[in-house]
């Protein structure tokens, strides 16, 4: 009874290859009708924590795998375009396939009936189950019914959550990423997580710590997604392309290679073929992330990630330097506006520091990426990522330059003004460099903060060092060594601008003693 209600609950529908043929019967002219040929085939996902999806090869970290990688390499074979691979967070994908930043999104998004309301789909690409699986030293949690009473993992909406949610005796924990999820299962936080088939593969059967255990549960589809009532063209493209990577072999080949050609994709394809394909991907990814044993082992694998956080760390500090350079310019402005500025322009500074300062930077940055094209501005990751910075780090740089103008005596003004000073000329030379001298240590520790708020421009596809962190610790389930060097990163960053700003300060009181001196 059970088994039913849940199979009602997580069912989509059914589309067989033999349903489809006569929507795809143009499967062997793709070609003649690619209104898009010649440009590129525009697609995105969040590779950064995706095996088997879409990731980066453990053994070369520079390279994209994946079976969905594959699959989307092969239709852009058959409609005769190159492909082009946008790098997004889960969260960002849909956002960005609605403000039209790619053409589709092939990240396991499940054809659930909400999904279906919100976007268009392919064709299913893919036809899976969930699957249980627990440490491989446990007992007894071997079927859906059986889980009561225990903490079950999973990922944030999905249609295994809605099939724990719906049981009152479970403790659900949702997750962003498998890879957490995995480490509370390895930590005893859960007692069993609930996946998608191939996560569950990947993530715990290629693991010798976890098992799969039980039957599958529920049926589920993979779709690439388009945006609602946008591209029909080429979403009909892609589902001949799909028709016809069925029908000569090629979707069970790629699958194969990765060991997730099961009977449901059989069943779904009406493929009961069995070609003798070695799943020389699935091997070479249990060869790549297998546990090294002894430090030498480890310190020659710690030693490969370093050009990866370098480039992680690079980004940080080229993001980080731009955003400052903008809030110091900005913040200042504001601290003059509110200082000496007229009443209407004071207020105005007023109220964009109050709104920048009551408002989660998170937020800004989202609403700079993915709202602003709503009105026809869009920007790159990188310019909108440091505008979001910096307009944020503005409102609090403008409060201690406010501080800092406020700690120089008027009578500092007025007597620039009495040897003949301009009011700007006093605001430059007298006024401005005396508060800058008190506002040196603030900048410092501001600037040092912002490194490490730079890594929330990772939801905005671009892969800083916190970013880099998740996606080798994802890789190769280890937390500990990636974290270290990360944290050692963000520490090297911050100390040359600590030093300097002694130096400055040093400087400065150096040259207020000299000055003092003469009278």
Known sequence: MLLAVLTSLTAVPAIRAEDARAEDAQAGNIQGGNTHAGSALRWAADGSANVPFTFHDPAEESRMVGFEYDIMQEIGRRLGRETQFTQNDWDGLIPGLQRGFYDMVADGIEMTPEHVEALDFSRPYYVTSERIVVRRDQAGLDSFERLGGHTIGTIKDTLAERMLRSRADITLRSYDEESNAFADLRNSRLDAVLLDGPI????????????????????????????????QDLRHQVDAALQAMVAD????????????WTPEMAEWTGDHSEPNIVPTEWEHY??????????????????????????????????????????VGIGLGLALARRYGPSWLAA??????EIVRGTPL?????????????????????????????LN????????????????????????????MTHFQALRYVVVPQAFRVVVPVMTND????????????????????????????????????????GAAYLLLGLPFVRLARLAERRLSVSERRGGGRH
Request: charged residues 10%; aromatic residues 14%; hydrophobic residues 50%.
């Open 200 to 231: 569950a593969l990947y993530y715990g059967e290629a693991d010798p710590d976890f098992r799969i255990a039980g039957p599958p549960v529920g049926h589920l589809a993979y779709g690439i997604a388009f945006r609602k009532g946008a591209n």
């Open 249 to 260: 072999g090629s979707l069970h080949r790629i699958l194969a290679r990765w060991n997730l």
């Open 286 to 327: 249990l060869a790549s992330t297998a546990p090294t044993s002894g430090w030498t082992a480890r310190f020659y694998r710690y030693v490969s990630f370093l050009p990866l956080i370098g480039r992680g760390a690079l980004l940080t500090l080229v993001v980080s330097g731009c955003a400052m350079v903008l809030a």
């Open 348 to 353: 105005l500074s007023t109220l964009y520091v």
């Open 362 to 390: 998170l937020i800004q940055i989202l609403f700079i990426f993915y709202g602003l094209p709503s009105i026809g501005i869009r920007l790159s990751p990188f310019v909108a990522g440091v505008i979001g910075l910096g």
């Open 393 to 420: 780090y503005a409102a609090y740089e403008a409060e201690n330059y406010r501080a800092g103008l406020q700690s120089v005596a008027r009578g500092q003004m007025e007597a620039a003004t009495a040897l003949n």
């Open 447 to 486: 600037f040092i903060s912002l490194l490490k708020d730079s890594s929330l421009v990772s939801i905005i596809t671009l892969t800083e060092l916190s970013q880099t962190y998740v996606r080798l610790s994802s890789t190769y389930f280890d937390y500990f060594g990636p974290g270290l060097m990360v």
